[in-house]
Each structure stands twice: as C-alpha cells, then as structure tokens.
C-alpha cells in the first residue's frame, strides 16, 4: 500500500493551498480528488473577489484569514505568476436608513485591520464610477480589494504543489477514513486504498462526509446556490471596481465587477439546496440577480450577455470555518465550512493548516524548495517583438485556434502538458481561456478535441467536457476515429 | 513595412469572389488572408445541395460551390495564406497577422476588403436557464464535426431555433440515423428558408413547433432531455405548457452573428440592426479604402447573393486604388437609404446620386411575415415605384434595383416600405 505523509482530499482552492504550502517542508503529500482536475467544485464558480475582509465578524476565524489571505494571494499572484488585479470595492447604500450599517462595516473593518478603508459620499463615489446610480448616497470604499482567476489561482497552487513533490489524484473519490492502530489512517477509495500519517479535509461542500467519520460533533454542509450573468468584454470596462451592495430590505444584495479577463460580472443571488452537485440556473435566479444588479449600476447591457452559470458554497451550520486538528482523532485536521470568504481566505487557510500539520510532525523545512512558478503564456498579452520571437521558436503558437480569445495551439498544449494538466475540454479552457469568448467554443470545439485526443492518445469518442459520462460525441461514428 | 494594393481578410464565397472581381478590374497585387486550413470558409461543411443557382444555373453543393471559386483564383494566381489570422486592422489600413512560419507581420494595403463572415448565436446569449452538461452545440459546431471530422454528435436530438443551417441539420442528422424530436422556434415564423422547411423537415415528418423555446435543459454531465414551452405574444414562456423532450444532444440555431470584431477595433461605425458596418453604394466602411462584403456586413440567405456582392466590394476597392494613385473623384452629397415600415435594414446605407453606378441593387430583410403586401420605394418621400409582393418573410433576403437616372435632383433620402 502507497505511504503518504499527509493526505489532502479535495483539490479544489483549500485543498491545493494546504498542499502547497505543506510542499514547503519534508513532507510527501498526496491530494485525491474525485472529479478530472483541480478547482471543479465550489471554487470553480463564484464570484472571483478578493475581499478586503471588512465583512467578517471580528474574532473569527474567517476575519483573521480574510485579511491574511488577501494580503498573501496579491504575493502569491507575483511569485506564482497568476492574474490578479487590485481594483477596490465599493459597498453601496442607497438610503438614510441603511447608513448606521454602513458605518458598522466600516468599524468592522479597522477592528480586523482592513487597511485604507473610507465612507464616501454618492458624489465620491459616481467620480470614482461614473455608472453607479444616482440613487446612492455613500458607500465604503477599500482599496486593498482585488479581483483573482479563481481557476488561476487554484492551478497555480496545484502546480508549485506538484513542483516541489506534491501528488495528484483525478477521479479518485474517498470513499472512508479509518484509523491503522500506529497513528495513521487508511484511506479508501473508489479505486484503492493508501496509508496517510495525517489527512486533511479539504472536501468542500462534501466535507461533512468526512468530518462525520472522524468527529463525535456531527456537522451538516448545505450546498447554498449562487447564479451568475457573465457579459462581453465590450462590457468589462463600465465599472473598475467591485460593486456590492449593502445588505438592506431588499436582501444581501448583488454585485457587479469586472473580472481579471476583461468580462463584466454580475451575481450572485443565495438559495440553499439539497443536492451537492445542482449549479442549474433558473430563469427565475437569473431574472432577479439582473434586476438587483441594475439598482447599483442602471447602464448594465444585458445583450451583451455571453454565459450564465451558477456555483455552490460550502455552507456550514455555523457562521465561522472550521479549521484545525481533530481532539478525538488526532492526525486528522480539516478546512471545512468553507464558505465566503473562502476564496480570499484561501491561502491563509493552507498556509495555517500546513503550519499545524509540520509542527505536529516536526517535519523539516524543505531546503529545495522552489519558490516560483511560471503562468500560462498569454500570447495576444506579449509584446509583437516578444510574440514573433516565441513563434519563431514554436510556431504552435502562431497558429489561433480560439479566435474570439486568440488562444493559440501552443497554449492548449501547454494547458494539457502542465502538471497537473487538462484532461478535458473544461481543463483547457479554464487554463488557456479556450472557447471562453463570445462564440463559447463554437469555432473551437473540433480543433480543441483533435490537439486532446492526440495529445493524450485517447480516440475522440473519449473526449470529455469534464468528467466522465460527459463525452462530447455520442453515438456510431464512421469514417475518422 | 510590406505593401499590398488589396488585403481581403477571409477566403470564404466572399472573399474568393471579391478577389477575382478585384484581378479582373485590374489588380495584380491582392493578398487574402484565411484562419483556416484551407480556403472556402463554411461552404466547406455545407456538404448539402442548394448552391449555384443563380450563379452557376446549376445545383452544387457547398464544397462544388467554394470549389469553382477557389480554381478560378488559383488560375487567376491569387496568392493567399492559410492558418492566418488577422488580430488587427487600422483605420490607416495597416493590416496586422499572425500565423506559425511567419510570426506576427503587418502589410499596408491600398484598399481592405473586410470579408470574415458570421458566427452562431451561442447558448449563453440566449439564456437558457438549467444545467451545462455536454451534448449542447451550435448547428453549425454540429456540422462540422459530422461533415468535415465524420463524428457523431448523437442520437436523440432536439434543435433550437429554426435558423437554416439548423434545418439542414435536422435532415442531416436523420440520414445519420439520429432521432430529430422537434424543431422549436421562439418567434412565429422561421428564421431559415421556405424550401428548407420544406425538404429538411416536413419530408421527414419533424415536427416544427413556433413560439416555443427551451425553458430548461435537464442532465449532469451529458444532457437527458430539454423542457419546451409556448412563449406569448411578448416571447415569455406560457406557465403548464412545458413538455419533457427526452434526448442525449440540443443543437442550436438561433441566429448568426457577423463577426465584426476586427472593424469595431478599427473604429469603422457598426449598425446595431445588422451588426456590420455601415456602407454606402460602393460598399465601403466609414473608413475610407475599407470595404466589406458576404455576412461579416449583414448575413445572407444564399451564398449567391454573397457572391454578387462581394463583386461588387471587390471592383469597388480596385476602382479605388487606381484612383488613388490619381487624383480622388468628387464625391458627391451621399442620398441616405432609409429602412421605412416593416424593413429592418438595407444595404447600402447611403448613395452618392453623382457617382453612384448605373444601377445600384439595395438588399434587405422584412420584419415580419407579409402576404400579398407592395414593397414601396419613396424618393425624397414622394412615390417612386411600387412592387406587388406575394410573399415576404424575414428569413429570405429581398432586393430592389435603384437606376440612377431616375433619382430626382435635390432630394436628401430614398425610403423603401410595406404598404397594404
């Protein structure tokens, strides 16, 4: 049976953080995930905001990794090489009533140390953003706010993971934790077993699951539904910063952002569901969140939408994370509830489970450890000198396959050819941007499939969107395999 | 920086033709420029009948058709560059590419003949609310990977939109031996041709339901049916008329786009009806030495059509870089062509009642279904000529011919309308 140090489930952002950051030291890690690549869950879709940490109850655990992570990910986003912009938010209020609770996230903020924070006036606000309403009349400003690829991100985590010794499991799902009788744990999975000396829970809306066979206090996770309207990027620009509104009478209130590709952003609403896997819209969803996004920012063009999609947050019963080491099983630590802020929170959340992991175990520091990571090569982003040099050397990267994002050939192979790399459709385009344009894939789809199956060695009927059962051809097909 | 009297970006029907019209009024230097791997552009996987008509007096298929252009501008020695996409042009008319054994390269051109074709509408635009699993396409995605690749897509298939190439589709994919369920249209009337309804659908038995629409598409990882129901009179779904259509793929074809990209970046004014450039007579840009032709400037229903005015793009660009080299023609107070009751656009947008040619053939698309109707065309808004019609619908292309030596002096528009 494989012997692992640390064994992470789930490798969506948590999980490839702990990772990381566990690959810091001596420490042989193994992160099983049960769909075909990293961020496929909760951290795929959501709203891409690097929170200030402003919203956090004070004391909290979510307070305290807010404002780490935030700070730690504009690091990361240098030395990782992954996009990330810091553009502010905005949180509007629009009446006299909603004014006391604007000032209560403002002092929330200075006591969770969010720095640069201010009330401005509606006239402040409209000179910062010109297409805010007329309706508002303050907001609070924070200028440490960002916006980040939350795919990005994840990759670039999983990738220095990878780099300094981590390894990936795709399409494994655990199936139980049980204790060895020496300390550790056998973990099971749909496909084998492995020894672990320490797990970390890190399974996001399934963290319940595994919390429930280690824990005596049993905990419940509730998928909570967030639906989205992305739009063109002819609409990217209308606002800089990140709109949100104040929570008030009308509910919690959208938001409007750019994103860090250009898109504009729009979403998202909050409804509690059953099943773990349900990111269905609703023509009902998309309705409201597009008339609630209107009260902040009236010139929203919505034909100029290109996709809608919907996320689910790890809601926990309480308000806080959970983080830590197990009392009754040690050995057994967990990032669970990991809800809002979690993608902000995300590497203070490795960084913290990591360092309580390595001090529990005494492991080493690791004294080659590699520090840096390169990103995906944006060709449409180098300069004309740069790109006709790196097209001289690989001509794949003279040759458009997505022509609404400009995505070349040589980027879709890097996609799949990165550790871990894409092994389906929705691995491509969430690394390279393939067919994330304004045609969705249209042009891109058979060109995108053919470099899949001949990179892989697999046949065209094997190709998946994402996972398996997702095959994009269905059916008997003659001639070409 | 290298110089070429023609760029033509695009070597589909539109480009080849222009190309050609350009070398037979005059210019040696012309240079098209194609992302693809070979010329033709989509009439490559148009594998059906129904081409040539009017061009050829006979039936050709899409390939046949792409094919005869593509010998005449090998025979006329045309060069061009295949897996080549253009990523920027000016207002100045620098036209900037990239491709595998050259880099990235800019060429001056004496005149641009915009011709890059359309795009299909995609699910996102459309938003239909449920799922994203696989099995969704575009007809035209659809197409190409049967067609061109030989994939099947799948087995139970319910389409979306009656736009033509989603007809075509219905046909194509029942040879194949798929199950086509049901054609669903939003809009009361088909967006494709009547011959399409006709020899795709009907002689197949599938049925076309009019105002209906996906209200939702059911499966995780593959799709497992769509949900269809009656829109009212405002296109919102009419609640208890959902019906489960059980099937494994939803093909959609809801409209095309022209992919205009390129013209917005070089600042050339977009009509928001068509969503190409405006032109005037000579179908040229508001930037000058700019044209365009085919559906990159609005889309058409008949590949011959494109042919004809792509023609005309291209002897208009050739007549400008000769002139250019002289001295510029006196243009003359441009007419504006108005789009009155009942017509959504034409093209042109304008005329130069000096310099306009002899005849000038103005296209344009009805906005709804009209029986036994006049179209009528005013001139400063008085009457000029009034045409009976039986038959209009938004899905064929309708023309008139303007003659010049009827245009009255010291009128400022011309107006083209439904009448009872």
Known sequence: MDKYDVAVIGAGVTGCAVAMYLCRSEVSVIVLEKEEDVCSGTSKANSGIVHAGYDARPGTLKARM??????????????????????????????????????????????????????????QVRQKESAVSDEVIAALWAPTAGIVCPFGMTAAFAENAAANGAQFRFLEEVTGIVRDGEGGFVIRTDRGEFFARNVVNAAGVYADRFHNMMRSQKISITPRRGEYVLLDKQAGDLVSSTVFQLPGPYGKGVLVTPTVHGNLLVGPNA????????????????????????????????????????????????????????????GFFEAAAISSPGLSSAPAIGEYIAGLVVSRNGYKPKTDYIGTRKGFTDVSRLSAEERSRLIREHPEYGRIV???????????????????????LDGIKRRVRQGMGRCQSGFCTPAAMKILSDELGIPMEKITKN????????GDTDGVS | MEYRDVVIIGGGPAGLAAALSARRNGVEDILI????????????????????????????????????????????????????????????????????????????????????????????ALNVPGSRPA???????????????????????????????????ARRLTWEGAEVKVVAELM???????????????????????????????????????????????RKPVPGTEEYYECDTLLLSCGLLPENELTSSAGIGINRVTGGAFVNDRLETSAEGIFACGNVLHVHDLVDYVSEEAELAGLSAA??????????????????????????????????????????TVRFRVSDVYRDKQLVILYGGKEHRRIKKRIMSPGEMEQVTIGKDTIPEGISDITIRVED
């Open chain 1, 271 to 330: 409804e509690d569901i059953e099943d773990k896997e349900d990111t269905t819209t609703t023509s009902e969803g998309m309705e409201d969140i597009k008339t609630k996004a209107l009260r902040s920012v009236p010139g929203i063009p919505y034909n100029l939408t290109i996709t809608s999609f919907a996320g689910l947050r790890a809601h926990g019963q309480d308000y806080d994370f959970i983080l830590g080491e197990a009392e009754e099983n040690p």
């Open chain 2, 188 to 234: 009361p009337y088909s967006g494709g041709l009547k011959r399409n309804i006709v020899q795709c659908l009907d002689d197949f038995g599938i049925p076309l339901k009019l105002s209906h629409t996906v209200v939702r598409i059911h499966g995780k990882e593959r799709v497992t049916g769509v949900t269809i129901a009656q829109v009212d009179a405002g």
């Open chain 1, 402 to 424: 997505c022509r609404c994002e400009n995505v070349t050939e040589g980027q879709i192979l890097e996609a799949i050819r990165r550790t871990p790399g894409a092994r389906s």
């Open chain 1, 467 to 474: 996972r398996p059962g997702s095959e994009l051809l269905r």
């Open chain 1, 66 to 123: 807010n404002v780490r992570g935030s700070k730690l990910i504009e690091e990361l986003s240098e030395t990782l090489d992954f996009p990330y912009r810091n553009n502010g938010s905005l949180v509007l209020c629009f009446d006299e009533a909603g004014m006391p609770r604007l000032k209560e996230l403002y002092d929330r903020g200075i006591k969770n140390g969010v720095d640069g924070i201010e009330i401005l006036t509606g006239e």
């Open chain 2, 33 to 124: 420029i194609e992302r693809d791997e070979r010329l033709g552009g989509i009439l490559n996987q148009c594998i059906h009948n129904g081409f040539g008509l009017h061009t050829f007096k006979e039936e050709l298929t899409g390939p046949e058709y792409a094919g005869r252009y593509i010998n005449m501008a090998e025979a006329e020695g045309i060069p061009y560059k295949l897996n080549t996409m253009v990523t920027s042009v000016t207002p100045g008319r620098e036209v900037t590419y990239i491709n595998p054994s050259e880099g990235e390269v800019t060429v001056k051109a004496g005149a641009v003949i915009l011709a890059m074709g359309c795009r299909e509408r995609p699910r996102g």
């Open chain 2, 319 to 360: 007549e400008f870089v000769k002139r250019g080299k002289e001295a510029c023609a006196e243009h003359g107070e441009a007419l504006c062509l108005k789009a009155g009751e009942g017509i959504r656009y034409t093209i042109p947008n304008t005329v130069d009642p000096v310099n306009m040619a002899d005849k000038v």
């Open chain 2, 135 to 169: 099995g969704i396409y575009t007809a035209g995605t659809a197409q190409r990977l049967i067609n061109i690749e030989g994939l099947s897509v799948g087995r139970k298939v319910v389409i979306l939109g009656s736009g033509d190439i989603g007809l075509i589709m």
